[in-house]
C-alpha cells in the first residue's frame, strides 16, 4: 500500500508512521470477524490501528477497542487513530508495550474482553531485514504464538472468541497451541487469492469453552477472480462496507 493516509469508507488512519501499512491480511481479518454481543474487543498486534477501527464501525454503541502494539512509532500512531475514530457512543484506546504485560498494566481487563483479534507477526526462521519496525512487525521473535494464546486466554472472559490470521504453513502449529491453551476450535476459513492458486492464509476462530466437533466449520474463501482487485461477490460481501469503490 502507498504511504500517507488510508482512507476508508467511514474513518481514515494515518500509517506513515507504522512499518506495516494496511494491507489485504488485515483487511480480510477485520471484515470477516464477527462482532455479535462484543462489548469490549482488544487487537494484539495493532500496527496503525485500522483492524480495531474496522471491528468498532460494526460494534454497539457503549462499547470500546483497545490496540496493544509493541513498535513504539507504530503503537503512536495507533493511538492517535484510535482516539481520532468517528464512531458516536463508542471508544477505542490505544496502548503501547508488549502484549505480555498488558494484563500487568490493565488488571481490569483479565477475564473482562469478549474477543481478541490478531494480525501477529507471523513470520517464523524466515530471513529479515535491515528495518529493525519492520521485523517486529512481521516475526515473531517477540511475539510467539504461545505468547498469543496464554495472553489471549488470560484477557478473554469464558465464552470469549480468539480471532486470528495465519499463514497456511503454520496452521498444525497454531491449532496446536490453541487446543493445548484451553481453546476449542469454532471456525477455520482457508484463503486462496485466486481460485487457481493455493491456499497462502488461514482465518480461525477459537472459543474459550467447549465446542462440539461439528462447529468445528472448515470453509475457503477466494479474494479475487481472474484479475488482480477482480473481487469475488464472496470476498465483498465482507469489505463492502469499508473498501471505498466497492
Known sequence: MA????????????????????????????????????NLAIDIGAGNGYVGLML???MAQGTKVYGVELEPDAAQQCIENLRAQPFA????????????RFHIEKPELVGMADLIVSNPPFYKNKPKSLDNARNLARHDDTLSMGDLAQSAHRLLKPGGRLCTIWPSDRLEEWESWSTGMGFDACRTVHIKTMRHLTEKRFLSEWRKQPCAPEQNVQETLILEGSATLDFTEEYLHYIRPYLRGT
Request: overall charge positive; aromatic content about 10%; hydrophobic content about 35%.
Open 89 to 100: 457512543g463508542r471508544t477505542a484506546e490505544g496502548w503501547s508495550g508488549p502484549i505480555q
Open 3 to 38: 504511504k500517507g493516509p488510508f482512507h476508508f469508507k467511514s474513518f481514515s488512519v494515518e500509517q506513515d508512521g507504522a512499518a506495516m501499512k494496511v494491507g489485504m491480511d488485515g483487511m480480510v481479518l477485520g471484515s470477516w470477524t464477527n462482532v455479535k454481543g462484543v
Open 56 to 58: 468498532l464501525q460494526r
